[in-house]
């Protein structure tokens, strides 16, 4: 039987810390698996410590190139999502390689965004990324660009109940 709780551990393509904290798994469903983490969740950020501010649901999809952040007020995005390796499981670590490319969607304007192409560009040569992964990284991205706009599942409104329970109100 799977742990209540996962750790989840994104590195850079060179294997330096991105992110690291615990999540409360809620479910697992043809999307993937959901965790929640609750405000004031000790993390890495960056490489460096830190506390979570605000909550938020993460989807850690079970064979893609991504990871889907859905968040509630005040964040500005309602939902963001990194472009990563796909998700590499050891026992209750979930280990992902961010990819720098991230796409999201404002809360406000409902505008949805292409973010840190030049960071994704300049580690492409800098790490030497594969052209395998740079084409499944760009189609995660494009793919990404317009599911968050044409109400595809789970950027619609799947993830809304899983939030609730890490952010009530």
Not at 2 to 14: F, G, L, M, P, Q
Not at 65 to 86: K, L
Not at 149 to 167: H, I, M, N, Q
Request: with cysteine; net charge negative; aromatic share 10%.
């Amino acid at each position: 039987m799977a742990s209540a709780t996962v750790r989840v551990v994104y590195s850079k393509y060179d294997g330096s810390a991105h992110r690291d904290y615990l999540a409360r798994r809620l479910s697992e469903d043809d999307l993937g698996v959901w965790v929640g983490v609750t405000r004031g969740t000790p993390s890495v950020y960056h490489g460096r410590p830190s506390v979570e501010r605000i909550p938020f649901v993460l989807l850690i999809p079970h064979h893609a190139w991504w990871t889907g952040m859905f968040n509630p007020q005040p964040r500005t995005s309602e939902v963001y999502c990194d472009i990563t390796t796909p998700a590499r499981w050891e026992g209750d670590t979930v280990r992902l390689v961010d990819l720098d490319l991230d796409v999201s969607r404002r809360r406000d304007s409902g505008l949805i965004e292409l973010r840190d192409e030049d960071e994704f560009e300049e580690h492409r040569v800098g790490f030497g990324y594969p052209d395998e992964v740079v084409t499944e990284a760009r189609a995660a991205a494009t793919m990404l660009f317009t599911a968050l706009g044409d109400g595809t599942e789970p950027f619609a409104t799947a993830y809304r109940k899983w939030l609730l329970s890490v952010s009530p109100g």
